[in-house]
């Protein structure tokens, strides 16, 4: 379980990254947008290669039950986080400041805490998955870029965005923990259920938000970035279980 923590500590440090990017270069909206699709990309392949094919290779249609649930419960989530102000948590341009600090912690562990969980996860199957830890740390860097940007122009303090993104990144070790240690000794179904649950709200998350940003700032271009994350996940994928 502490190996669980750890790896999922290493992957949300992302967030802590970012916003020490950001205390020395504001990165361009393009260049976001572009970083944005590949992560959108290596997640994909991620879901694809490490989450559903594994997922229904331990429990066949089960799977499927997993994956809307997933799915719904990501869109009522959002829902009620967009009603609190934080409809555009992945907005790069910065849109995002007028957000309480309750709904920005609550946007951060609705996108990012399944991941974490599946990090976790991937630590029964013998060893964690270097592809969806590479998934959880790219896809996290623009997020936390464009948010520590918006709450500085709020008035934030470094001290308080540092606290609240190392909260989240122990929150996401934690998950990741909780991910291994509660399905350490459940069924091949149970698992198969909570992979494909995790899968169906990452690819909500995609294609409700964090697609649809990356376009609107980069372009035709994000197709490129896209297609070369997903490149890259799947040779990762590819090397370390073919």
């Known amino acids: 379980m502490t190996s669980a923590f750890l790896w999922g500590l290493v992957a ?3 967030l802590v990254a970012g916003a020490a990017v950001v205390t020395v270069y504001r990165p ?10 590949f992560g959108a990309g290596v997640l994909i392949s991620a879901v694809s290669f490490e989450l559903v094919l594994e997922a229904a290779t331990l429990s066949g249609a089960g799977a499927v039950t ?18 609190m102000g934080y409809q555009d948590r ?6 995002a400041q007028a957000a309480s600090g309750t709904a920005i912690v609550l946007g951060i562990v609705l996108d990012g805490i399944p991941e974490s969980a599946v990090v976790g996860l991937t630590l029964l199957q013998g060893g964690v998955s ?5 998934a959880v740390f790219v896809s996290n860097l623009p997020e936390s870029v464009a948010a520590t940007t918006s709450l500085r122009a709020a008035g934030w303090r470094w001290s ?4 609240l993104w190392g909260g989240v990144a122990i929150a996401s070790g934690l998950a ?10 459940s069924s091949d179904a149970a698992v198969a259920v909570v992979l494909s649950f995790a899968g169906g709200a990452i690819l909500a998350m995609l294609s409700t938000t964090m697609m649809p940003e990356a376009y609107k700032h980069a372009g035709r271009w994000v197709g490129v970035a896209t297609t ?10 590819w090397a370390t279980t073919g």
């Open 66 to 83: 997993g994956l809307f649930a997933g799915t719904l419960v990501f869109v009522a989530g959002d829902w009620a986080i967009s009603r």
């Open 228 to 237: 070369v994350g997903f490149a890259v996940s799947f040779a990762i994928h």
């Open 176 to 185: 990741a923990a909780a991910g291994y240690g509660l399905l350490a000794d």
């Open 130 to 134: 270097v592809s969806m830890l590479v």
């Open 28 to 37: 361009s909206e393009r260049v976001l947008g572009l970083v944005m699709g």
């Open 160 to 163: 308080r965005l540092f606290t």
């Open 90 to 95: 992945k907005n790069i341009a910065g849109a």
């Open 12 to 14: 949300a440090l992302s």
